[in-house]
């Protein structure tokens, strides 16, 4: 069975810094792109970032361009998301989900629960 | 505001049909990108219903259904029934943002 949990959420305040991650369980994790999308308290979901499963292509969301940082470790199938310089903004649940597709712009077949980041002074 | 554009609800009653539109642009759907369905209940990991327009994963009813056409994509349920109230999103990709993109979300009630 796939899994994905996300973990290092929290409350931080403007300015700082979270890091999130995402532990990948049920299936050969560096053959998947990976993708965060949030959602924000009342709003819907937003795509965040995405990483091919070598990490040679990353994209981000122009919202987050520049303050974010995805990355991955295939040998701890883990996925991460670094957030700096976090505005309020920012507050929502994070998901990691996987892309099952190849070569083309895909969709997300796998989603964790969830990481709430709350920014707030 | 959403590149794809959503009702913001729906409703019928139970064994009922309802239909959810998402119309994109011609740097996305219009563009043959494909578009992708998601249930999302609150608390809950959003689950894919629809990929690639048409295609549903393996354990989806099909009394769910996708249709595309232009610039435009559509969920249809059938036979409505009450543990389907929730969020419903539409993504697809787009080629001027050089990236994926959502709905705004639509809320299904089950009157």
């Known amino acids: 069975e796939v899994q994905l949990e996300e973990s290092g959420g929290g409350l931080v305040q403007p300015g700082g810094s979270l890091r999130l991650s995402c532990a990948a369980s049920?299936?050969?994790?560096?053959?998947?792109?990976m993708n965060w999308v949030r959602q924000a308290p009342g709003k819907g979901l937003e795509w965040v970032s995405y990483i091919s499963s070598s990490s040679s292509t990353i994209f981000y969301a122009d919202s987050v361009r520049g303050r974010f940082t995805i990355s991955r470790d295939n040998a701890k199938s883990s996925l991460y998301l670094q957030m700096n310089r976090l505005r309020a903004e920012d507050t929502a649940v994070y998901y990691c989900?996987?892309?099952?597709?190849?070569?083309?712009?895909?969709?997300?077949?796998?989603w964790g629960q969830g990481s709430l980041v709350t920014v707030s002074s | 505001q959403s590149v794809l554009t959503q009702p913001p609800s729906v409703s019928g009653a139970p064994g009922q049909r309802v239909t959810i539109s998402c119309t994109g642009s011609s740097s996305n759907i219009g563009a043959g990108l494909d578009v992708h369905w998601y249930q999302h209940l609150p608390g809950r990991a959003p689950k894919l219903l629809i990929y690639g327009n048409i295609n549903r994963p393996s354990g989806v009813p099909d009394r769910f259904s996708g249709s595309k056409s232009g610039t435009s994509a559509s969920l249809a349920i059938t036979g409505l029934q009450s543990d389907d109230e929730a969020d419903y999103y539409c993504q697809s990709y787009d080629s001027s943002l050089s990236g994926w993109v959502f709905g705004g979300g639509t809320q299904l009630t089950v009157l």
């Open positions: 989900a996987r892309d099952p597709s190849r070569g083309r712009p895909g969709y997300f077949d796998s």
């Open positions: 049920g299936f050969t994790f560096s053959a998947y792109s």
